[in-house]
């Protein structure tokens, strides 16, 4: 199975939304089922097969999630972060500003669910096959 080292290794090659699909396919080769992202402070939970799972301690300090959800700004907040323009931190900060409170990536669907503090879905989108 897959340590937390292993993931801290293939998340530092990230720079930018656009070296994710490359991270989400290293880490799938781990073993890794899917992983649950708190942007309240940067806090994950890596879940593999037979109820496996590594926690991974907050990165930053506690920021507020918005409270009003607004599906625009975070299909803002990702294009751009997409193209390379926002770093990660900067990505968390405008995706809580925009409601999100969680987002799950799953390796097997291939998909980034992003989640609201109630448990509602602002958006799911397809994690683009790596060429």
Request: net charge negative; charged share 20%; no cysteine.
């Given at each position: 199975m897959f340590t937390l080292q292993q993931i801290k290794a293939a998340h530092a090659?990230?720079?930018?939304?656009?070296?994710?699909?490359?991270?989400?396919?290293?880490?799938?080769?781990?073993?890794?089922?899917?992983?649950?992202?708190?942007?309240?402070?940067?806090?994950?939970?890596?879940?593999?097969?037979?109820?496996?799972k590594v926690d991974a301690p907050p990165i930053y300090a506690h920021q507020e999630i918005g409270p009003q959800a607004s599906v625009d700004a975070l299909e803002h907040t990702i294009a751009i972060h997409q193209q390379g323009q926002t770093d990660f931190l900067t990505f968390c900060k405008q995706a809580a500003q925009a409601g999100v409170a969680r987002w799950i990536v799953d390796t097997e669907e291939m998909m980034c669910t992003y989640v609201t503090d109630d448990?509602?879905?602002?958006?799911?989108?397809?994690i683009p096959a790596v060429e």
């Open positions: 090659k990230v720079r930018t939304g656009v070296d994710f699909p490359n991270y989400v396919q290293e880490i799938k080769g781990l073993g890794l089922l899917y992983y649950e992202f708190f942007v309240s402070d940067g806090a994950t939970v890596y879940h593999g097969e037979n109820g496996y448990g509602g879905i602002l958006i799911e989108e397809p």
